[in-house]
């Protein structure tokens, strides 16, 4: 028998985890609201009309507004791909620059500030002297979805959520610092450059760019004209 908690789920377009999450809503719920989000588009409107008992932010690439927070009865939870000490945008490419050895994903409770709320779950794993953003993304995904089994399971055993010990260490990073750090400029040491280009490559795409007469040039632009060294 499925259980009648009315859920709604926010998970990223064309993301096969986030697909696979919503078939476990799908089994184990009555009717969830699934709907898959984009950077690209517009936060729908309709949806702050949505009432019910739980909402799952999953990749969300949304912000979700606090009107429609405060429209779930029993809670509504994120899946950040972060550990507390990693909250906010960018935080993969922060944990990379930083060398850390071991990175992870938390589950928490959503208010309207970004990644701030009641913590969940964490889940961590080591990192690798050979791991880029792109390979410790790709394991993000994996533990959360690993995390969104383990949670919603006990959530259909026990009708609720278990609450952890753990806090956010620091506030959100932004758009603003993560911009930041795909920036560098003419004389900046070699190892320094190095560190921000492994930090702000993703697979083939490289976000770093050189800031040279107030014009930005990409990376290997900035390169092949003998910008930087």
């Known amino acids: 028998m499925k259980d009648n908690l009315k859920i709604l789920f926010i998970g990223k377009a064309g993301d096969p985890y986030s697909i696979t999450a919503a078939a476990f809503l799908q089994e184990h719920f009555t009717d969830p609201k699934i709907v898959y989000s984009s950077r690209s588009d517009r936060f729908p409107e309709e949806l702050l009309n949505w009432k019910g008992d739980l909402v799952i932010s999953y990749l969300s690439q949304w912000i979700i507004p606090q009107s429609l927070l405060d429209n779930a009865s029993f809670a509504a939870i994120n899946f950040h791909p972060g550990p507390p000490s990693y909250p906010g945008i960018g935080c993969t490419n922060f944990a990379i620059y930083n060398d850390e050895k071991e990175y992870g994903i938390t589950c928490h409770y959503m208010?309207?500030?970004?990644?701030?709320?009641?913590?969940?779950?964490?889940?961590?794993?080591?990192?690798?002297?050979?791991?880029?953003?792109?390979?410790?993304?790709?394991?993000?995904?994996?533990?959360?979805?690993?995390?969104?089994?383990?949670?919603?399971t006990g959530l259909l055993r026990e009708k609720k959520f278990p609450l952890s010990t753990e806090k956010w260490t620091r506030k959100p990073y932004t758009r603003k610092d993560l911009n930041e750090l795909c920036l560098a400029i003419p004389g900046m040491d070699e190892k320094e450059i190095q560190k921000r280009l492994k930090a702000t490559t993703f697979g083939d795409r490289i976000w770093?760019?050189?800031?040279?007469?107030?014009?930005?040039?990409p990376y290997d632009a900035a390169l092949k004209s003998g910008i930087i060294q």
């Open 111 to 152: 208010l309207a500030k970004v990644d701030t709320g009641e913590i969940i779950e964490v889940r961590r794993f080591p990192v690798h002297p050979i791991d880029t953003v792109y390979s410790v993304t790709q394991r993000c995904y994996i533990e959360i979805l690993y995390g969104f089994y383990s949670i919603m």
């Open 208 to 217: 770093l760019q050189v800031k040279a007469d107030n014009e930005l040039v």
